[in-house]
Nanobody, 120 residues
Framework: QVQLVESGGGLVQTGGSLTLSCAAS????????MGWFRQAPGKQRELVAI???????TIADSVKGRFTISGDNAKNTVYLQMNSLKPEDTAVYSC??????????????WGQGTQVTVSS
């Protein structure tokens, strides 16, 4: 099993910044891709950003130019830097990781989620 632990959520004013972190732990695993999703009340979960182990990233149009995803392969950790936050960014942000538990069993794991609230 691969466990994900998120941190960094909280309450911030419009225009503020937050950085989310997600660390993966377990034994004998390799992560291929990690990412952040969010779900606002009454809405479906949506992709925010993902990053592959090779550093390729994709960012949702709704946050492009404001959010940046980065990763530290050595630490199995992914970060989401969120700037210029808006009230519509308010949601539960969840980390996801997919990869392989050696020698060859694929896995997909979710973190517990962290609340981000942006006040107007």
């Amino acid at each position: 099993q691969v466990q994900l632990v998120e941190s960094g959520g909280g309450l911030v004013q419009t225009g503020g910044s937050l950085t989310l972190s997600c660390a993966a732990s377990g034994s004998n695993f390799r992560i291929n891709v990690m990412g952040w999703f969010r779900q606002a009340p009454g809405k479906q979960r949506e992709l925010v950003a993902i990053i592959t182990s090779g550093g390729w990233t994709t960012i949702a149009d709704s946050v492009k130019g404001r959010f940046t995803i980065s990763g530290d392969n050595a630490k199995n950790t992914v970060y989401l830097q969120m700037n210029s936050l808006k009230p519509e960014d308010t949601a539960v942000y969840s980390c996801n990781a997919a990869g392989v538990i050696l020698p060859g069993r694929t896995f997909g794991s979710w973190g517990q989620g962290t609340q981000v609230t942006v006040s107007s």
